[in-house]
């Protein structure tokens, strides 16, 4: 918190105000952080392409994010994973804003009589954001942040494989 509080330069009172506590300051950064990350790449998934095709755009564009912000990077995809039971209840929550990325691929045979995915498509869908979500970590934490952009083909090769017969 003493931290937080030189480098932003506000009182220890303050601080209280507008937070409970260091987990919940580091919240409000991620939050913002994967907002500000994921909005732009939910967009660029947006459109009648292809399917694969979005979603090797939206990977361009979230890999081409997290290159351009290497603090945000770290935050979002190595830092959260300590920072406390509530940070991992809201990276869950962040991380589900990339299911449309991979459920919308499901065929009918994927969804019940409510149009909603079955337990095996959201488990693809899942595996899918996981996988993502730990290569990512792993890049970071190597510190290889700003050679995440040349991994889009075979990360979209990769992760596009159990929707398209190969898994």
Do not use: N
Request: with cysteine; glycine share 8%.
């Amino acid at each position: 918190v003493a931290a937080v509080l030189l480098h932003e330069g506000v009182s220890r009172k303050t601080f209280y105000e507008l937070y409970a506590g260091k987990e919940e300051c580091f919240v409000a950064v991620y939050e913002d952080d994967m907002a500000r990350l994921l909005t732009p790449v939910m967009r660029a998934f947006e459109g009648s392409e292809p399917w694969v095709d979005r979603l090797r755009t939206a990977l361009g564009v979230l890999l081409g994010g997290l290159a351009d912000d290497p603090s945000a990077a770290r935050i979002c995809f190595v830092e959260v994973l300590s920072a406390g039971p509530l940070a991992l209840e809201r990276r869950a929550h962040a991380l589900a804003v990339l299911d449309p990325l991979f459920s919308p691929h499901h065929s009918a045979d994927d969804r019940d009589a409510d149009g909603d995915p079955t337990p095996r498509a959201r488990s693809f869908t899942a595996g899918s954001v996981g996988s993502l979500a730990e290569v990512l970590h792993r890049e970071i934490a190597a510190g290889r942040i700003d050679e995440l952009p040349a991994l889009r083909a075979q990360l979209t090769d990769t992760l596009a494989l159990p929707f398209t017969g190969g898994g």
